[in-house]
């Protein structure tokens, strides 16, 4: 049968068992859903307001594309090439002694893996590095934690690991990996559930 004909059938089918509702009664859902919501059409909704005062880059990766927080404006000793103006080995030299950085500490995998330069460019301290030598912006540090976490990204990029930003209407915004995890020291620390303290609600009674 054809489209018209079902039509015509279904029009003379009511014409018969008169179907004129009362109102707030629909045939099915999708009658229902798209008369309740006419009044909801010229309402716009997006998470804007949430974003607030967060300077955000867009991002695309695969079929996703949203926001996340801009970092280099967040990183104290950004720019880096304020003191970095030449290669790490011209700037280092034999004394035990540390001159810059103290309070950073890695404590990420083990250090057959991992150092300072697995991470930074010793030649261009301004930029991150990939394993195999390409320049990483600050801005878009995911893709180097990406590399050897791969499925945490995955989970990340359709947003089960990690965290929106604002509400679930459009624009997304999602916190980027080094907003929860300090890259030299990525561990989440283990936390006690608030407990309820039946002693303290007696008290403020
Ligand atoms: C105030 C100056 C200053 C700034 C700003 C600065 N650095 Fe350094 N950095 C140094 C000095 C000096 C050294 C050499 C330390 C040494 O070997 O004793 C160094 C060493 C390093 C090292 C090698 C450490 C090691 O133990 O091998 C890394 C990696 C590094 N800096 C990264 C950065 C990055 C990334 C930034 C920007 C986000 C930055 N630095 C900004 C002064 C600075
Ligand atoms: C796993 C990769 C990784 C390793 C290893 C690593 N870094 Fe970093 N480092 C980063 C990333 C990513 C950032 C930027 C973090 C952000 O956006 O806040 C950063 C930031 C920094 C900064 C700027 C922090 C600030 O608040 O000013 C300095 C300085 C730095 N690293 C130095 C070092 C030194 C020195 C080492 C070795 C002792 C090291 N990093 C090892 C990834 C790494
Ligand atoms: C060169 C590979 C490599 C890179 C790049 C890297 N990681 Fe890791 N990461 C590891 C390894 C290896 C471990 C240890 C895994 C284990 O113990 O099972 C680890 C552990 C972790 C852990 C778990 C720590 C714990 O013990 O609970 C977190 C969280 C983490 N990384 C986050 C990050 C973030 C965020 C970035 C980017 C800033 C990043 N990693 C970049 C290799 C890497
Ligand atoms: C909103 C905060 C947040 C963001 C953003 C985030 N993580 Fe996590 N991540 C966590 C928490 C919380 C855990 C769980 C720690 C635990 O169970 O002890 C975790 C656990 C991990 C672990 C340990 C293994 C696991 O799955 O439990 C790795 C590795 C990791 N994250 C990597 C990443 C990477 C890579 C990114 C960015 C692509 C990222 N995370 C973004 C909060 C975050």
């Given at each position: 049968m ?35 919501s ?8 997006s ?41 790490l080995?011209?700037m280092?030299?034999?004394t ?22 697995t ?52 624009p ?6 080094v ?27």
């Open positions: 054809n489209k018209l004909k079902i039509t015509a059938f279904f029009l003379f089918g009511c014409l018969l068992i008169n179907c004129k509702h009362k109102e707030g009664e629909y045939h099915d859902v999708i009658e229902k859903i798209e008369a309740e006419k009044k909801y059409h010229d309402i716009l909704m998470s804007e307001a949430y974003i607030g005062d967060i300077e955000t880059i867009e991002i695309t990766e695969g079929d996703h594309t949203f926001l996340i927080p801009e970092r280099k404006g967040q990183i104290k000793s950004y720019a880096c090439i304020e003191c970095h103006s030449k290669p080995s011209d280092q030299d034999d035990p002694t540390r001159k810059a950085h103290w309070d950073i500490k890695v404590n990420h995998a083990d250090e057959n893996a991992m150092n300072c330069v991470c930074h460019n010793g030649n261009d301290m301004n930029h991150l590095k990939s394993l195999t030598g390409r320049e990483i912006d600050f801005n878009l540090s995911y893709k180097l934690c990406s590399q050897c976490h791969t499925s945490q990204f995955q989970d990340w990029k359709g947003g089960a690991h990690g965290k929106n930003i604002g509400g679930w209407a459009k997304r915004a999602a916190m980027t990996c907003n929860c995890h300090n890259p030299h020291q990525p561990q989440i620390e283990s936390r006690w559930p608030v407990q309820f303290n039946s002693q303290k609600a007696r008290e403020r009674e």
